[in-house]
């Protein structure tokens, strides 16, 4: 058995069925196979929900809670990338039982001894480059290519507003390349297990989801609502491009994403609601004063104490704790505009269960759709309005919102895959999937259970 898994960062499960006969591909799997949902975790962030599907366990498990973290015991703040991981990867597991690995873009991966090949993706240190060197050169001498492309570059992303055509034909150019490169690694290497991540649908959507999703106040159909559905054209075409080199008679598919999205219309600065409430302080050029604040936010609705023991220079007891936590969750959670409620719940890091339950924040907001942390005044303790329309965001899933409000997509197809009508996993129930299938043992520390057994027996 071999298990081929495809990617789409943040496709949705809304539009796939909304497009179903125009993806003839997904709409065969659905009829031949599953097709069905994924749950990402909390929060509903790239970098937390890959991290997840890798390594089959929460956040308290593995320790990545957000795009950034604050380091112990300061105020700094720092990105997270994959060698913050604290748990062995998917791809580690197997090739330490002899199993031959290729993984090509995954968010979060990076650089690793494998029984196999990587090309580590977004957030990886060493990002586009083939290890180990054998796979480097083949593709320089196929594609004259050192280093793998395979998302947009920051500069594109910054002027998707002034230039659209430009960001369309770059992601278009990207995702053609990735799909050769990926078609060629997948004929020229042996595997067991192979995997590849298009970033595609995620960065068009952060942007485009008002011209796609007729729930988004702000609606509008025109060119761009053409564009995103030509896109998911393009992605059901290479699935049926992948599905046509391997044999199913052998190989267990899995197609999926980490997440989905919602609408965005508007962006709170939850410094400046916390500030009205006095629990953040004012510092200089009109930023919060993490130091001495109670509590301060971050860029993705992350909330932190300022905790005597904990923080160098904390303002509340221990015994304080409980009580500050629940009066800042009142607050939020009781915020409205035009009678519509902001905030759907405040929870605490008790999702969680772990090691590294001590790395996360205090608070996590969870936001209706239509709102989200603002991130480009994120530090921002005062302001005309603490809510602002978003002029940058039409889509999102990551500021933070509910996991059940932006499940992603995942198919099934093999030949002893049938058909289920409704199947919702969990994204760390996928590695312990995998492994099943490879007839590799699950450790006992995973969190996922597996959702096929090597018959026709599916957890739905």
């Known amino acids: 058995m071999k298990v081929l898994v ?23 799997i659905k009829k031949e196979g599953i097709l069905g949902k994924t749950i990402p975790p909390i929060p509903a962030q790239t970098p937390v929900a890959w991290t997840t599907f890798m390594t089959g366990v929460n956040p308290g498990k593995h320790g990545i809670f957000s795009f950034t973290t604050r380091k112990i015991g300061t105020y700094k703040r720092k990105i997270n990338t994959p060698d ?20 090509i873009n995954v968010p979060m991966s990076k650089t690793e001894n494998l029984n196999g090949f990587i090309i580590p993706g977004f957030l990886a240190k060493r990002e586009g480059i083939p290890y180990p060197s054998r796979v480097r050169e083949k593709l320089q001498k196929k594609f004259g290519i050192k280093r793998f492309i395979g998302d947009v570059e920051v500069e594109i992303l910054q002027r998707v ?33 192979f995997m590849t991540v298009f970033m595609g649908t995620d960065r068009i959507q952060h942007f485009f989801w008002k011209n796609v999703d007729e729930n ?36 267990l598919f899995i197609f999926l994403s980490d997440h989905g999205f919602c609408p965005v219309h508007s962006e709170v600065l939850v410094n400046c609601l916390l500030h009205k409430q006095g629990f953040a302080k004012g510092g200089a050029e009109g930023n919060v004063d993490d130091k001495n604040s109670i509590a301060v ?24 704790y409980n009580n500050v936590v629940q009066k800042i969750k009142e607050y939020l959670e009781k915020i409205e505009v035009d009678g519509q409620k902001v905030v759907k719940r405040v929870v605490t890091r008790d999702v969680y269960w772990g090691p590294y339950v001590d790395e996360a924040p205090d608070l996590i907001v969870f936001f209706n759709p239509g709102w989200q942390a603002s991130r480009s005044k994120a530090k921002k303790y005062k302001d005309e309005k603490c809510i602002i ?62 959702i096929w057994h090597g018959d026709t027996n599916f957890t739905t």
């Open 6 to 28: 495809i990617g789409s960062d943040g496709m949705s499960p809304i539009l796939v069925e909304k497009w179903m006969e125009k993806l003839p591909t997904l709409r065969k």
């Open 84 to 103: 913050k991981i604290k748990t062995k990867t998917l791809w580690k597991i197997l090739s330490e039982h002899g199993k031959r690995v290729g993984v």
């Open 161 to 193: 507003k002034e230039e659209p055509d430009k960001f369309f034909e770059r992601v278009n150019e990207i995702t053609d390349m990735q799909r050769d490169i990926s078609l060629f690694l997948l004929e020229e290497e042996k595997w067991d297990f």
């Open 216 to 251: 988004h106040p702000e609606y509008e159909r025109n060119e761009f609502t053409f564009k995103v559905e030509k896109y998911y054209k393009k992605m059901d075409k290479i699935i049926s491009g992948f599905l046509k080199n391997i044999d199913l008679e052998e190989t």
């Open 297 to 320: 936010a971050y860029e993705y609705g992350d909330i932190w104490l300022n905790l005597e023991g904990r923080e160098p220079n904390g303002k509340i007891q221990v015994k304080e």
């Open 389 to 450: 329309r978003s002029e940058k965001w039409s889509g999102g899933h990551d500021g933070t919102h509910d996991p059940k409000d932006v499940p992603g997509i995942l198919a099934l197809l093999g030949s002893n895959v049938s058909s289920v009508l409704k199947i919702e996993v969990n994204l760390y129930d996928l590695a312990p999937t995998v492994l099943k299938a490879l007839e590799v043992s699950v450790p006992s520390y995973i969190d996922g259970k597996p």
